[in-house]
């Protein structure tokens, strides 16, 4: 038997997902007691999955998680030593028997050490190292590493370290109005910077504090913001406009910049996500109460999630495994694996450009007509197996979904799925499936399958 590959099970399951609703064959309508046996579907033993336990470590990859857009590299100085989870910013030249191969070298190529991303002793050798070393590895690829001229060989890598930065969390704090700005702040400014005649004026402008790269303002008028704070009101400052100013009349000469400072922020930089972050990046006054408002409901949400998925794909399984399809409905085996075919021979040539008698012959098969019959013939049988099972326990246990499923189900998919960033209310949304823009069946289809799941629990035997 051929092993199907990772990309033709994908393209199985996206087809299969296109297909179960569709054909000449009504299953929700047509007598299927001559076309399967249910067997005993009600009160299946299977051992229930139970939620997993929030712990620290759950709540810390939790936090990992969804913090992960504050992480930033910060470059150490040349007296630190590399540690696990740092990364190191590296050129290397990888030699066998004294020689170069392809592949073997790169240089300011970023790498977490403990990430696993090369061969073993690789990592591991640059714990220790400094900003400047030059480290000679000698390793050996594994057996299985995936080139012959690879596999078991013993390599050298040298090693220049060009710089090793820790990963800490970066933020912008609101600075108060008790704090004086400093050079790196973030000011909302209101000003007018007048010389003569010239005059230029600013409303609610964003500028940073000593930068001297800003379009509109001269590096005197933000070295000058350093000192005032938040709240200051029309203050003025002097100020020499520089030699090569953008107005000619008022160049090199003394300016008046008067200065109102709307707000601003500083970037705080810190090891981990502690109560100062938290209640800056958060609705949440410390770590503790985000925890237990926003982690801890997550995580139990999830983790319920998790538990009824793996008794549902157990359960379905023992059901699936205990019916007995007595014949199939004519035709629909082959209409759903022609179906699967075409539609794998669609993915695969906008993909990567190959026919499906080529892609038939790299899995060893003689031609795309005995690829089919060997595994999309099975495939579709399975799935016409599961719609007949499905709708069949649907009629047994007289299972429908009522306006209020449907309508409970149209809002969860309205806020949840991001439905709400193209129709800005409810009502447009509804609008929408009402005139055909947004079809529905899917999600009625996918509602149901959960109303007939959470029967089948109820009455799994414990």
Do not use: H
Not at 154 to 170: C, G, L
Not at 236 to 257: H, M, Q, S, W, Y
């Amino acid at each position: 038997m051929k092993k199907t590959t990772a990309f033709l099970m994908a393209a199985l399951l996206a087809c299969s997902l296109l297909l179960t609703s569709c054909g000449s064959f009504n299953y929700a309508k047509e007598d299927l007691s001559k076309y399967i046996d249910l067997g005993n579907y009600k009160g299946v033993a299977i051992e229930l999955a139970e939620p997993k336990a929030i712990d620290d470590e759950a709540i810390a990859d939790y936090i990992d998680t969804y913090f992960a857009d504050f992480i930033t590299a910060v470059e150490q100085d040349a007296d630190y030593a590399a540690k696990d989870g740092d990364v190191v910013n590296i050129d290397y030249v990888g030699k066998l028997n004294g020689e170069k191969f392809d592949g073997g070298s790169a240089t300011a190529q970023d790498l977490e050490l403990g990430s696993d991303s090369f061969i073993d002793g690789f990592e591991d050798g640059l714990i220790g190292a400094k900003k400047g070393d030059v480290v000679t590895l000698n390793l050996k690829f594994p057996a299985d590493y995936g080139k012959d001229e690879l596999n078991g060989k013993d390599v050298v890598f040298e090693v220049t370290v060009n710089s090793v930065s820790v990963n800490k969390y970066e933020y912008a704090k609101k600075i108060t109005d008790t704090e004086a700005l400093q050079a790196g702040d973030e000011a909302v400014i209101t000003y007018t910077l007048k010389c003569g005649d010239y005059e230029d004026n600013g409303l609610n402008y964003t500028v940073t504090v000593s930068d001297d790269s800003d379009i509109d303002l001269p590096a005197v008028c933000t070295e000058a913001l350093a000192g005032l704070k938040v709240g200051d009101t029309d203050k003025e400052l002097k100020v020499t406009l520089p030699a090569d100013f953008t107005n000619e009349a008022a160049a090199g000469k003394e300016a008046t910049f008067s200065v109102t400072v709307v707000s601003a922020t500083r970037t705080t930089v810190t090891d981990k996500v502690d109560d100062a972050m938290i209640a800056t990046v958060t609705e949440s006054a410390t770590l503790a109460a985000y925890t237990a408002d926003v982690i801890t409901p997550a995580l139990t949400e999830q983790f319920a999630k998790e538990a009824k998925t793996a008794n549902v794909s157990a359960l379905w399984k023992k059901i699936i495994d205990g019916a007995t399809v007595k014949a199939y409905p004519a035709g629909e085996v082959k209409r759903v694996a022609d179906g699967l075919f075409n539609y794998s021979a669609a993915q695969l040539g906008s993909q990567y450009g190959w026919a499906m008698s080529d892609y038939a012959k790299l899995l060893g098969y003689k031609n795309a007509k005995e690829f089919k019959e060997a595994e999309f013939v099975p495939s579709a049988e399975i799935i016409v197996k599961e719609k007949l099972v499905f709708n069949a326990i649907v009629a047994a246990e007289g299972i429908s979904l009522t306006d209020e499923d449907k309508a409970e189900g149209l809002k969860v998919y309205y806020e949840e799925l991001g439905i709400s960033s193209t129709y800005k209310t409810y009502e447009e949304f509804e609008a929408a499936i009402d005139n055909g823009e947004i079809l529905v069946d899917s999600l009625y289809d996918s509602l149901l399958w959960e109303k007939v799941m959470d029967t089948l629990l109820a009455n799994v035997a414990k």
